[in-house]
């Protein structure tokens, strides 16, 4: 493979892509992703040659910037060497202090690449148990069973039935999944779980898109100057290409299965229902972590208090998960990073205060009624450590880093900000072992405190554990 000179730009990049036949593209691309290891360390050498955000951006560069009249066919080396453009692009955003700080380059690092290393079971089981699981302790503004079933074109459960069926015919036939198929005897089966207008549904409104509509999505993300190359890709929304034929083609199969994850249901609620359904979904993802947390034995789970300080009324933190050896204050956030910021542009931080740092104020505040003895939390104990917890429904990479704390708010107590995957790891190692030690030892560590939660528990963690509301989840879904 020739090496590629420096200073390379993005367009650069995709004026390379663009030679080749948008066809020939898909089917490379197709090709190479379902060849990948299924982790990193199975394979490293191929994983790193063709990534599959590297893939990612091979297919958005090809539909986005190409056209339909080129006849020159991508070969693997080909491939290979886009690929390799792409890894080592000139970081023009670097040349920019705004753009450029340490913690900037790390999140949008961890937002390109992170989500495809890791496993689809937690995102797809969480929107089951999430949703299907809500004990309607607030009441909802716009979210109900119908008005999910419209967004995703059919209820929660059947559309991720749908997800599954989809996963696996793709990856068991080169990355293609032709809806005629459902014609033939062998699928009566499916159908019988499944109708045929349910399965379409679902593919027309959550899966699957043409060139055309795929290039109309790029067009409309907002701009984030200096960073094309961690812009919006509409294959994380649409997985599916639809070609001329009819076929439906899934150049990166790992984004089939992400797309039931309630992550990528957020942008799409939003512009259908508005701003309550972002209010709505944070009242589901505040119970669905305090049904977690009560999933494990020996653990009193304590909700929200309100209180009242002069004229103005005030809540605790979320939760108080009452332990023996420990009080763990807990505050949900189901708030999600706006792709500028998921880029590391100069939003970044702003959201990071109004969001993490408003729930470590929270922390703190609810710290000072439990230490003063207030009426209104005499219930919780007073006789033991208090840590605190900010769980986020989207994962805010880097949040614990020393570069993230930076920008956030001081913690009265020993804190970790930690995603809605690494809640359910906890819960699970919850499940056999008290967390409490756990939690305190990894916190009051002199350097794992500022390592994510999921990473810091690692050595605690057994093959056997299992988080049951995942599991339960799981199980209520056709084709499992």
């Known amino acids: 493979m020739s090496t590629i000179a420096p200073e390379r730009s993005y367009k650069d990049f995709a004026d390379y892509v663009r030679r080749f036949s948008q066809e020939s593209v898909l089917d490379a691309v197709a090709a190479a992703a379902l060849s990948l290891p299924r982790r990193l360390e199975d394979d490293s050498r191929r994983y790193t040659r063709t990534p599959p955000w590297a893939l990612a951006a091979v297919v958005k560069a090809s539909l986005y910037n190409g056209n339909p009249f080129r006849s020159r066919t991508m070969r693997e080396q080909d491939l290979m060497l886009a690929c390799h453009m792409h890894n080592n692009l000139h970081p023009e955003e670097l040349d920019h202090p705004d753009l450029g700080s340490p913690l900037a ?67 068991r036939n080169g990355g293609f999944f032709d809806p005629t198929w459902l014609d033939q005897p062998n699928f009566t089966p ?85 701003t309550d359904f972002a209010s709505d979904l944070g009242h589901m993802f505040e119970d669905y972590v305090g049904r977690q947390f009560a999933t494990m034995p020996g653990v009193t789970v304590e909700p929200e208090v309100e209180y009242r300080r002069g004229n103005d009324r005030m809540d605790t933190t979320d939760w108080f998960i009452v332990m023996d050896d420990a009080v763990l204050l807990v505050e949900a956030k189901a708030g999600i990073l706006k792709a500028g910021a998921r880029a590391g542009d100069d939003s970044l931080t702003q959201m990071m205060t109004r969001t993490v740092g408003k729930a470590i104020k929270q922390i703190n505040r609810t710290h000072g009624l439990i230490r003063a003895g207030a009426p209104e939390v005499a219930h919780i104990p007073n006789d033991r450590p208090i840590l605190g917890m900010v769980a986020t429904l989207d994962p805010w990479y880097m949040a614990n880093s020393f570069f993230g704390r930076k920008v956030l708010p001081v913690c009265d107590v020993p804190i970790t900000v930690c995603s809605a995957r690494e809640v359910e790891y906890l819960v699970g190692i919850g499940q056999r072992a008290p967390v409490g030690p756990i939690l305190r030892e990894v916190l009051d560590d002199a350097d794992r405190p500022a390592w994510s939660l999921g990473t810091a528990l690692q050595p605690y963690h057994l093959k056997c554990d299992r988080n049951p509301l995942l599991d339960q989840a799981w199980k209520r879904y056709p084709f499992n």
């Open 190 to 274: 499916v159908l019988d779980v499944l109708p045929r207008e349910t399965i379409l549904d679902v593919i027309d409104t959550s899966f699957a898109i043409d060139v055309a509509g795929f290039k109309t999505l790029a067009a409309e993300a907002p701009a984030v100057p200096f960073l094309d190359k961690y812009l919006f890709n509409p294959l994380v929304a649409r997985p599916f290409i639809r070609r001329g034929d009819g076929r439906l083609i899934a150049p990166v199969p790992q984004l089939i299965s992400r797309r039931m994850s309630p992550l990528e249901w957020y942008y799409a609620g939003l512009k259908q229902f508005g």
């Open 105 to 171: 380059v790390m999140v949008r690092i961890g937002y390109e690449q992170f989500p495809y290393q890791e496993s689809m079971f937690e995102e797809m089981a969480r929107a089951e148990s999430l949703f299907n699981g809500y004990t309607a302790r607030k009441p909802l503004t716009v979210i109900t069973g119908e008005r999910l079933a419209k967004l995703l074109g059919a209820p929660v459960r059947d559309a991720a039935g749908v997800a599954l069926l989809l996963h696996a015919g793709a990856e």
